[in-house]
C-alpha cells in the first residue's frame, strides 16, 4: 500500500510519483530539514509547534494529510522553484549517495508539479 500524487488531467499516460507512506515521510522529513523545519515539533507530526510559525513555499507539501486532497495549481506553482533549489542542493552535499532516492523523487515530482502548473492542474494526493 502507498501514496500517488498525479496531476488532475484526463491523461492516464501523465507523468505521477508513487511512494510507500514510510517513504513518503522519510522525503517530507528531509524536505523539512532543507528548510530548517524539525516535523517532528510541528503540530500534525507529534509537536505543538503550529505551522503558522514557518516559512516555507514547501509548507503545503509539507503540511498535507498523506492520503487524501490537493495541492492548487497556485500551491504548485509556488512549491516548484523551491524544489528545484532543494534538488541543487542536495547534489552538492557530500552525502549526495545517501540522498539519490530523494533526489531521483524530488526530481519526478518536479515533473509532475510543472505539468500542473502548465495545464492549471492540482495535484491529486491517492
Known amino acids: 500500500m502507498g501514496l500517488c500524487l498525479f496531476p488532475d488531467v ?3 499516460d501523465s507523468p505521477d510519483i508513487s511512494w510507500s507512506y ?3 515521510a522519510a522525503f517530507r522529513r528531509r524536505l523539512a530539514e532543507a528548510e530548517g523545519v524539525d516535523l517532528t515539533e510541528m503540530w500534525g507530526f507529534g509537536g505543538e509547534r503550529p505551522w503558522s510559525d514557518v516559512s516555507t513555499t ?5 503540511d498535507h494529510p498523506d492520503d487524501a486532497g490537493e495541492l492548487s495549481p497556485a500551491e504548485c506553482a509556488a512549491i ?3 524544489l528545484e533549489e ?3 542542493e542536495w547534489l552538492s552535499e557530500g552525502d549526495a549517495a ?3 532516492r530523494h533526489i531521483e ?3 519526478q515530482l518536479v515533473v509532475v508539479l510543472r505539468l500542473c502548473v502548465e ?3 492540482a495535484v491529486l494526493f491517492g
Not at 58 to 62: A, F, H, M, S, W
Open 10 to 12: 484526463d491523461d492516464i
Open 22 to 24: 514510510s517513504g513518503f
Open 58 to 62: 514547501l509548507e503545503p507539501l509539507l
Open 80 to 82: 516548484l522553484p523551491r
Open 86 to 88: 532543494v534538488i541543487d
Open 98 to 100: 545517501t540522498l539519490s
Open 105 to 107: 523523487d524530488a526530481r
Open 119 to 121: 495545464k492549471g492542474a
